[in-house]
């Protein structure tokens, strides 16, 4: 699941625009339990909703070794808000964000 996660973000969520877009799906998936926010980039498409975040293969399959996963909401949320800190460190080789992901 991580490994998707980690694709996601730096392969499909690297522009600010698209950041803040999925941080507003989850704001709205957090306050409309029964509605489901798509977003996607180029490896991945993935459904938010109020209990988790289903991730799917924009080219493999599950016989391809990419089944589809899913983690909870507030799962992918702490990894975004993570990673858009990062993104707005200074460039340098020595920018670090840690964070912690629960299971």
Known sequence: MYQYIIYVLTGDLYLQKDIDENLEFIYQAENNPNEVYSGGGQGFCWDISAEKVVFYHNEFDEEDGWPDLSCSLHTFKTALIAWN?????????HSVVETVIEE
Not at 85 to 93: C, R, T
């Open 85 to 93: 800190a990062f993104l707005q460190l200074p460039k340098s080789i």
